[in-house]
């Protein structure tokens, strides 16, 4: 088929290459001029794994093509894909600023009958604003369909859950839209549920919501295992062996971020307001993350009650680890605290430094490794878990450091691995260590 992605961010970018991958002739559109020279070069402008290589090989087989241009982009497409993003916006509502956007620029070009999927992330009845707003600055005779087709990706495995996702959702009201993106999307091989447009928007949403309460859940019960002399480590292992609960998402820590978790729990609650209906676990689940970002901030404290003029080590700021995104990153609000209080910060990150420098205070100082980083620290905050920072030898802690006390926020290690390394060791749900 002839697909059009407009929007090259986490989720076009990786849609596009996919969809390329399955024999597909992709052009993808961005009004960014950097990102789409980068693209046009055959480089990654995001860090995703697998994602260098099939973008690569997909343009050099001409299935791949990159423009800002919507005249070229949209050029015999039969499928529109919509990818841009659909961020917060001031009173918690999504923004559909950059959606309008693209439907704007789509209705001025589009000259040929075709179907506009929306991947974005977008509140129940948009799909229909979709369509309203393109179809009214189209020639008489062209016509579009809409389809909802949210995307489950997780960053960091972007790729990988394309392929191997748990289900394909897609949602029209026109039962030939839905033959047609079942066939483009029966490639994947995953199982595709078909359903109606408001539905398909909605399970997105809910499904957002639904992990966020899992977490803000269990992040809850590790507070309380801690008060009660209890570990969150085996709590979460016996819950999860209850199919009806299930094993994932039973990790506590220091709060959910990234861009999507954050942005989706306020629009759901946002939504409901609108209609009139008090989303209140919500609103807890919510309120719950907020209090968790302070609370390893709060161990410190209590631990040290003054930070001035210490070194302070966090290894680990991006949101989660095997990506750069900093959006609503745990580190944003632990650093800043940590200077308010007077902390000389030093900070690592294997790949999320370059955009941490662009948010994050310029009183951070930079390192180049975990090692550089710890040396001569008085405190070390672990702030994700990467494989690097889950690796490094506990032993060495204290070889480096002034003193070697560890504040984890992401439960790096079982307490059995503490055993002779000598370090003080404090983590989200488990019992204080000194060993
Ligand atoms: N990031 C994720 O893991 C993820 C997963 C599932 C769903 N989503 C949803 O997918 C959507 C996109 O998220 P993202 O993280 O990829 O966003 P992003 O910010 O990384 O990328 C969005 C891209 O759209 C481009 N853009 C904006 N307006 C445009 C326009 N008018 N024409 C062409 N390009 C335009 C931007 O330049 C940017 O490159 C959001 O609705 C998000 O909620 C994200
Ligand atoms: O057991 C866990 C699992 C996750 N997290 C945190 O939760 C946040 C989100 O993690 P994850 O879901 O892995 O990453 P995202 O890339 O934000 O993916 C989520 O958000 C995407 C955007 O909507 C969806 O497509 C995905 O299905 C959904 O998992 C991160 O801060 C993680 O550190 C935990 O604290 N404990």
């Not at 959006?327 to 007077?342: C, K, M, Y």
Request: glycine share 8%.
């Amino acid at each position: 088929m002839n697909i059009a992605v407009i929007g090259t961010g986490y989720v076009g970018l990786v849609t596009g290459v996919c969809l390329a991958e399955l024999d597909n002739q992709v052009t993808c559109i961005d009004i960014d001029d950097e990102k789409i020279a980068v693209l046009k070069k055959g480089e990654s402008p995001i860090y995703e794994n697998g994602l260098p290589e099939l973008l690569q090989k997909n343009i050099e087989r001409e299935r791949l093509h990159f423009t800002t241009d919507y005249n070229e982009g949209l050029a015999n497409k039969d499928l529109i894909y919509i990818a841009v993003g659909t961020p917060q916006g001031e009173d918690g509502a999504a923004d559909l600023t950059f959606i309008d956007q693209a439907c704007q620029s789509i209705a001025k070009i589009l000259d040929h009958d075709a179907i506009i999927v929306t991947k974005s992330t977008v509140p129940v009845g948009t799909n229909e604003h979709i369509k309203d707003q393109i179809q009214a600055g189209l020639p008489d005779d062209v016509t579009i369909n809409v389809a909802s087709n949210p995307e489950f990706l997780r960053q960091g495995s972007a790729v990988h859950d394309t392929f191997n996702g748990d289900r394909i959702i897609i949602g029209s009201d026109d039962e030939y839209t839905l033959d047609i993106l079942e066939k483009v999307n029966t490639g994947f091989n995953l199982p595709i549920v078909r359903t109606d447009l408001r539905s398909a928007e909605m399970i997105k949403y809910a499904s957002n919501a639904f992990l966020a309460t899992k977490l803000s859940f269990i992040n809850e019960m590790a507070n309380l295992c801690e008060k009660l002399g209890a570990n969150i480590d085996n709590v979460s292992e016996g819950m999860g062996m209850d199919k009806r609960i299930g094993s994932s998402f039973l990790n506590a820590g220091i709060g959910y971020g990234g861009s999507c978790f954050p942005k989706d729990t306020r629009a759901v609650i946002s939504v409901g307001k609108k209609v009139d209906y008090d989303m209140q676990l919500l609103e807890n689940v919510v309120g719950v993350n907020e209090r968790q970002k302070v609370i390893l901030v709060d161990k410190v404290m209590e631990r040290f009650k003054d930070l001035q003029g210490k070194k302070v080590a966090v290894l680990g700021l991006a949101f989660k680890p095997n990506t750069d995104d900093m959006r609503e990153a745990p580190s944003i609000f632990v650093t800043e605290n940590l200077l308010d209080q007077g902390a000389d910060v030093h900070a690592y990150d294997p790949v999320a430094a370059e955009n941490a420098k662009q948010i994050l205070s310029d009183k951070i100082t930079y390192a180049a490794s975990v090692k550089e980083t710890i040396d001569g620290a008085d405190l070390t905050l672990i702030l994700t878990e990467w494989d690097e920072i889950k690796k490094f030898p506990l032993s060495e802690y204290k070889q480096y450091m002034n003193y070697p006390v560890i504040f984890d926020g992401r439960n790096c290690f079982d307490l059995e691995q503490l055993a002779g390394s000598n370090v003080e060791y404090h983590s989200i749900g488990r019992p204080a260590v000194y060993s």
